[in-house]
Structure formats: C-alpha cells, structure tokens
Nanobody, 129 residues
C-alpha cells in the first residue's frame, strides 16, 4: 500500500506563515496528481490546492488563492503547501492525497475528494487571532 505523511503544521498567529510537506512512500503507483484538503470541526472536508504532475498545473480554492502556493519535487512523490497571510478561518486539519488512474476522472474536478485514492492522516494547523 501507499503511505502519506504530512508535516509542518503548528500554531501561528494571524498573518504568519507555515509550510506543509507531504511525502508518499510504499509500493510503486501511478501518481496523476496530489492535493491538499482541510477539515475543521463540524465542517465538511474542503479542497485547498492540487498539482497535476503532467505539465505541473496547479489549482486552488478561491479561499486560499493568492495566499497559498502548492509545489512538488522532481520525484513526484512529495508536495508542499506554502501558506502565507494565515487567517483564523484557515484553522483545520490539513490532509494530503494522491490521485491515481483508478480514481482520476474526466467527469470531476480536482476539488472532488473522490478523485483521490490515498490519504494521509493530516497535520493540525491552528491560527490564532
């Protein structure tokens, strides 16, 4: 199986920055795209950002566009999420996910959780006001 481990979360004041990392390991697999989702208590899982390896195109939720930046490494098994100008409403558990040929669909966009086959356990981000 594939394991994803997120790191870099923590407590930061509003206006501060954090950089999250997600590393995938395990058996070989086809990696079409990797993405970040977040989930706050009492709320549904929310799409944050994604990167498609072919072409390196990136996608962002409107709530984080111009503040967050997603990037990956050359091995296409690690993604980063640079988060700037953090707001209290950014507080959530941030989860990393991998999209494979099994789950990727031309009928969905990257904000759909069903596009992703493997998920990490998440890392907590808390932004104080």
């Amino acid at each position: 199986q594939v394991q994803l481990v997120e790191s870099g979360g923590g407590l930061v004041q509003a206006g501060g920055s954090l950089r999250l990392s997600c590393a995938a390991s395990g058996r070989s697999f086809s990696n079409i795209a990797m993405g970040w989702f977040r989930q706050a208590p009492g709320k549904d899982r929310e799409f944050v950002a994604a990167i498609r390896w072919s072409g390196g195109r990136t996608y962002y939720a409107e709530a984080v566009k111009d503040r967050f930046s997603i990037s990956g490494d050359g091995a296409e098994n690690t993604v980063y999420l640079q988060m700037n100008s953090l707001k209290p409403e950014d507080t959530a558990i941030y989860l990393c996910a991998v999209s494979t040929p099994e789950t990727w669909s031309v009928l969905r966009w990257y904000d759909s959780a069903s596009m992703y086959e493997y998920w990490g356990q998440g890392t907590q981000v808390t932004v104080s006001s």
